[in-house]
């Protein structure tokens, strides 16, 4: 598990636009169901965000604003239908709240405290736009640990070769075989602290180790290429857009900066920790399942662990280890990611103290976020609750197979190689050397722009056809060995590729679409009872659409 996902899971943005809790319905509510309204604002909000999902493919007529608004009253309906059954009182909504509610908090402290003082001056808007136009090739020795990565550094310092101790840190062929080279990059296509560290690196130049989303990565610049004629006028196109990404990852780096400091200055209770180890360990069913007299034996007012004035007890472990969800706990591995998992914990226990001290909690756009997000929670929950009333005979099932055959077909699979360059010259002229009889791997080791494609040799192995999209067709004609024609998918990216190997597609037979048929009918099942269930709640609850006001909106977007 590694150490800055763990104290980062879960952090939530806030959504935009705030659920309004009313009395009755006033002249700005658009639906209303018992205490939960949709407002004008709310409204706006929403039909924005759904116009530009989509593409800023829809208009702003009758039916279309009716359809926005249903999707998103449908969802509090549902969320209506879920209390009546008791689902927000269950030991999951209950734990979901709290963890919705600490992510929430956390999040906004961080936000309102620990980053408030993240600007972005012009000159780093001016060294972006160069960083922008700059094209940087790196290698790398990698360590799961700090311990281990201050090892390779220092035997690095006593002379070894770095491309010798590639071979020994990496199983990866290529990796091995190429020093660690990771390609070429640019701005936004590594690791933050990665790229970084690389770009204040001159060529041949090593960083120390550098802590990343996987381990620790001690870096060598190779190569670096700026174009060469940059423009006021291509400054001034691309600023807001840097201006936006430079903040982005400036709250990034301040954010690892505090958990790293955190997680460095936190002071454990060997003894403490050690026994908690080993009831968690010992006890391993129950601790997965969350067991609640298992959760009750962990309190204690004993200390676990201090962070300058904080002390985070056995008892704020328990609470906090109650709201995490299970994705983080599952990946726990041995005493050392139990220790990254504390870690975690601690963090979560200590941002959440400050918030509720700074007030964060009591901010009316916190506690609707908290709300509208528990809501959709009771929303799915209402969705998981339909569904598992609903079934499928074995005779429904092969009606349903019957009925729609052309559903159930094993596409094309291909497996491809590719090259992908930045300029269209360049591919054409590689084309020109797969023709001469070049060799296609080595190719790709000289020319690719996706640093992935390095440690596969380009392949890509068997996949789905339709997943290359409108040139699914093209690629389907190419026989196995053949060379594609250039594809464009998007400026700065010409793809060319090899054909592999192909499995044609055929109809599925029954046992083998079985799956999917049953699938598909449940689907068909769950929209006509989430259907009849969102119309019979709205007449229980007379719940209120009020057309004439949605019809008088006018959205400016």
Not at 485 to 504: D, S
Request: charged share 30%.
């Amino acid at each position: 598990m590694r150490d800055h996902l763990i104290l980062l899971s879960g952090l939530l943005f806030l959504f935009m636009g705030a659920l309004s809790c009313t009395e009755k319905a006033d002249d700005d509510v658009l639906a209303q169901i018992n205490d939960y309204s949709i407002t004008k604002i709310h409204f706006e909000n929403a039909f924005k965000e759904y116009y530009h999902r989509t593409g800023r493919a829809i208009s702003s007529s009758p039916s279309t604003k009716l359809s926005v608004l249903n999707a998103k009253f449908d969802n509090y309906v549902l969320a209506t239908y879920a209390e009546d059954k008791g689902l927000d009182r269950t030991e999951e909504a209950i734990q979901k709240r709290g963890e919705i509610e600490r992510r929430v908090l956390n999040e906004e402290y961080l936000n309102q405290v620990i980053l408030k003082d993240v600007q972005v001056s012009d000159t780093e808007l001016n060294q972006y736009f160069v960083r922008f136009n700059t094209t940087l090739r790196a290698s790398h020795l990698f360590a799961h640990d700090l311990e281990s990565a201050n090892e390779i550094y220092k035997r690095l310092q006593n002379g070894e070769d770095f491309e010798e101790l590639a071979k020994e840190v990496f199983q990866t062929p290529y990796l091995a075989n190429n020093g660690g080279d990771v390609g070429r990059f640019t701005t936004d296509e590594m690791d933050i602290a990665f790229e970084e560290a690389a770009f204040g690196l001159k060529i041949d130049e090593i960083s120390k180790p550098v802590p990343t989303a996987q381990g620790y990565s001690i870096i060598k610049l190779t190569d670096r290429f700026t174009k060469p004629i940059l423009t006021k006028n291509e400054f001034a196109n691309k600023k807001a857009e840097i201006a936006s990404y430079v903040y982005k990852k400036k709250k990034e780096l301040a954010t690892r900066e505090h958990l790293y400091n955190f997680r460095d200055d936190l002071e454990f209770n060997p003894e403490i920790f050690d026994a908690l180890w080993t009831k968690m360990n010992e006890n391993y069913s129950s601790a997965i399942s969350k067991d609640a007299e298992f959760l009750s034996n962990l309190v204690s007012d004993k200390t676990l662990a201090v962070y300058n004035d904080f002390e985070f007890t056995l008892d704020d472990f328990a609470v906090e280890y109650r709201f995490t969800p299970l994705s983080q706990i599952n990946v726990i591995e041995g005493k050392k990611g139990f220790e990254n998992f504390v870690i975690g914990t601690a963090l979560r226990a200590y941002l959440y103290k400050n918030a509720k001290e700074a007030g964060i909690d009591g901010q009316k756009i916190v506690k609707e976020s908290i709300e509208e997000t528990f809501y959709t929670f009771l929303a799915q929950s209402a969705i998981k609750d339909l569904k598992s009333s609903i079934s499928n005979t074995e005779q429904e099932l092969r009606i349903a197979y019957q009925n729609n055959g052309e559903r159930f077909y094993k596409p094309i699979e291909v497996n491809l190689s590719r090259i992908v360059v930045d300029t269209e010259e360049k591919a054409n002229f590689l084309i020109s050397e797969l023709k001469k009889g070049a060799d296609f791997k080595a190719l790709v080791e000289k020319y690719t722009i996706i640093n992935e494609d390095l440690l596969t040799s380009g392949e890509l192995g068997f996949e789905n056809v339709k997943n290359y999209g409108s040139y699914a067709p093209k690629i389907s004609e190419l026989k196995v060995g053949e060379i594609s024609e250039v594809i464009n998918y998007q400026t700065g990216q010409y793809t060319i590729y090899k054909m592999n190997g192909k499995i044609e597609g055929r109809p599925l037979t029954f046992n083998e679409a079985k799956e999917s048929v049953d699938a598909f009918l449940l689907n068909k099942k769950l929209e006509a009872i989430k259907d009849k269930t969102i119309k019979d709640v709205k007449e229980k609850h007379n719940a209120l659409i009020d057309i004439e006001k949605l019809n008088e909106i006018t959205i400016q977007i």
